[in-house]
């Protein structure tokens, strides 16, 4: 399966800032999404990242917030704009393959982001 | 409207033992595809188990097999011979025709004792 490399795995930030993910595979994948867990929630969707266009946002997330970079088939970053400590989540990069007769998604092992 | 629960916050088992966690959905299309993912306290999500909507037989990746039972909606994850290292984070999550996403469920917190 893909091999999802995610940078910073960590970080501790201030309020106001920005900071930018980086999502690397180790295959060409068309589709990369970006999950957000917040503390003890559930994943939810931010964004599908497709190569050549505009990330497709879901419901309650913009692009002003969280913009998102697909320059090639191997590489996203997501950016977390302006943060609150509202944004002290973890950020999943994933993308799905085919695997066991199923579209497959594989996760990274996450950034987990705290804000100040 | 197409929804997945997980109604168990948290699962105690002893090691060795069996435990099923429990997953229903809610949706009118007849294709959808059923998942589990593990994720322990380093934050990973692993993925365990598939079942397809029309998938005659439940699916089985070694001690992890699905109950799934159509008419009811439901879709348990049966783990069998318990181990400490079992002790994590479980989601159920479904894909709906037509989508490449998973929408996931709030998770159930297994904690297995020796």
């Known amino acids: 399966s893909a091999v999802i490399s995610q940078k910073p795995s960590r970080d501790i930030c201030q309020r106001g800032t920005s900071l930018t993910i980086q999502c690397q595979v180790d295959s060409q994948v068309t589709m990369m999404f970006w999950y957000r867990q917040q503390p003890g929630q559930s994943l939810t969707l931010i964004a599908t990242a497709n190569q050549g266009s505009e990330a497709t946002y879901e419901s309650g997330f913009v692009i002003d917030k969280f913009p998102i970079s697909r320059p090639n088939l191997t590489f996203s970053t997501l950016t977390v704009s302006n943060m609150s400590p509202e944004d002290s989540s973890i950020y999943l990069c994933s993308v799905g393959e085919q695997g066991l007769g199923a579209n497959v998604l594989t996760f990274g092992a996450g950034s987990r982001l705290t804000v100040l | ?114």
């Open chain 2, 1 to 114: 409207a197409q929804k997945i629960t997980q109604t168990q916050p948290g699962m105690f088992v002893q090691e060795k033992e069996a435990v099923t966690l429990d997953c229903t959905y809610d949706t009118s299309d007849p294709s959808y595809g059923l998942f589990w993912y593990k994720q322990p306290s380093s934050g990973e999500m692993i993925f365990l188990i598939y079942q397809g909507s029309y998938d005659q037989q439940n699916a089985t990746e070694g001690r992890y097999s699905l109950n799934f039972q159509k008419a009811r909606k439901s879709a348990n994850l049966v783990i069998s011979a318990s181990q400490l290292g079992d002790s994590a984070m479980y989601f159920c999550a479904m894909r709906w025709a037509g989508y490449s996403t998973l929408t996931f469920g709030k998770g159930t917190m297994l904690l297995v004792s020796p």
